[in-house]
């Protein structure tokens, strides 16, 4: 930052007019700056102000968006509550309101806002918002409409359209409503934060880490964004980033639970060995457990043996007996022969393991009852579990309820970037089902 750009953030808090958003904005530019440590200290002693007992709308409005824009919400939500003429405060107080998940009261702030000289389009869009996620869709979209004319060509219209149209489920035209709204304002950060979501959805990880990292180019910084972009950093072993977006939420919010336990799994990882030729090794077996029988030198009785009892794989070949094998039409010992043959040719054995058979499927032993036999064959997604978590049972394969508890702690343990704090997740919603963990 130049010399001339420098904010004399001393000077702006203590003013006594009106907030105006030309202020608001110098403040979020000196908090991108060098000048972040001096909004902190102005924000101290205005604090310090406010406890003397001066409680002027000014001396609350300032303290009020300064802690908005440190993303300090509750505290900005307890001054700007008592500020009831500045028009801007209001406005941001509204906005403080929506990051608390206040809805109701944000939509009659944002009208409080425009009824105090607020720019009247842009409470009307923020209103609108509000009341789509307080539930009324066809309210927010009636409301837009009739703010069209005058507010189409701005990005806050384009945003505010897409949520209407991605709470209806139509992604697609939500994500151009959320791209053209960030042709528009290339720092709209909820618009950029919609694009990082939606392409993580989809599995476009590289894409998802640019857009949150655009959504966290200007405060206030959305925890939401950094929690998500610590867990792509930390999917893509970038420890050192994913544990910055984990130190930063921590730093807005010291009792932030999950973001705490991502730091404890950070350090644990950082701790921990891992083997690149026993991991190369196990990649290439399970490469080659998955190649089709249909690759290999096989008689056609064997092939036709094998496809009759839906053995596709040499995996598949490694998970049942030979027993089973001669149990099959017209599989005799001929047969049995030439598949042994052709697994020891790659170090292979039928039946090597079958004990991973009997552990998925311990449950069929148990005469489960109808409801726990449900419960089994219930998704993962059921369970709700957070980004990271997914990512695992995906890369484990885990489909299924069942699946999951015939695993043990240490067989998940096992898994990349699956840590303490996921199998505490997962722990504390199999114990809301009434299960648990295979030798938990």
């Known amino acids: 930052m130049s010399v001339a750009n420098v904010v004399n953030v001393s000077e702006l808090l203590s003013l006594s007019s009106a907030l105006t958003v030309d202020q608001v904005e110098a403040l979020r530019n000196a908090l991108v700056s060098q000048q972040a440590t001096e909004v902190r200290q102005g924000l101290t002693e205005l604090n310090q102000k406010i406890q003397a007992g001066e409680e002027s709308e000014s001396v609350l409005a300032r303290a009020g968006v300064a802690s908005y824009l440190l993303s300090r919400h509750a505290q900005a939500d307890v001054l700007l509550n008592k500020v009831t003429k500045d028009g801007v405060a209001i406005y941001f107080h509204a906005q403080a309101l929506t990051s608390l998940g206040r809805h109701t009261e944000a939509a009659q702030r944002f009208e409080e806002a ?8 842009d409470a009307t869009l923020r209103q609108a918002g509000a009341i789509r996620a307080s539930g009324s869709v066809d309210i927010a979209e009636q409301m837009l409409r009739s703010v069209a004319a005058s507010a189409a060509s701005r990005s806050e219209y384009s945003f505010q359209m897409g949520c209407i149209w991605g709470d209806r489920g139509d992604a697609l035209t939500a994500v151009e409503y959320f ?6 304002d290339p720092h709209h950060a909820r618009a950029l934060f919609w694009l990082a979501a939606e392409n993580s959805l989809r599995g476009n990880d590289e894409e998802a880490i640019r857009y949150y990292e ?51 799994d950070i350090e644990a990882t950082q701790d921990m060995y891992y083997d690149e030729d026993q991991a190369r090794q196990e990649a290439r077996m399970k490469q080659l457990l998955g190649r089709p029988v249909t690759d290999f030198e096989l008689s056609v009785r064997s092939r036709n043996c094998l496809a009759a009892m839906d053995i596709m794989t040499l995996g598949d070949l490694t998970e049942i007996s030979e027993q089973e094998l001669l149990a099959g039409k017209n599989f005799g010992e001929t047969s049995l022969l030439e598949i042994r043959e052709l697994l020891s040719a790659h170090s292979l054995r039928i039946g ?18 109808a409801e726990e036999q449900a419960l089994m064959n219930r998704p993962i997604g059921d369970l709700n579990l957070s980004v990271r978590s997914r990512k695992c049972m995906n890369r484990l394969a885990i489909q299924t309820i069942g699946q999951l508890i015939a695993r043990t702690p240490d067989e998940l343990l096992s898994s990349r970037n699956f840590g303490v704090t996921s199998l505490n997740e997962i722990r504390l919603k199999l114990t809301e089902m009434g299960s648990k963990l295979r030798n938990d």
């Open 179 to 184: 791209e053209r709204a960030v042709d528009m």
């Open 114 to 121: 425009a009824s105090n000289g607020y720019d009247k389009i």
């Open 352 to 369: 090597l393991n079958l004990h991973r058979v009997h552990q998925r499927d311990n449950f069929a032993d148990q005469n489960l009852s």
């Open 214 to 264: 655009r959504s966290l180019s200007r405060p206030p910084y959305f925890i939401g964004a950094l929690l998500n972009l610590g867990l792509l950093y930390e999917d893509r072993e970038s420890y050192q980033q994913a544990a910055f977006c984990f130190k930063r939420i921590v730093e807005y919010d010291p009792n932030h639970e999950r973001a705490i336990l991502y730091l404890k």
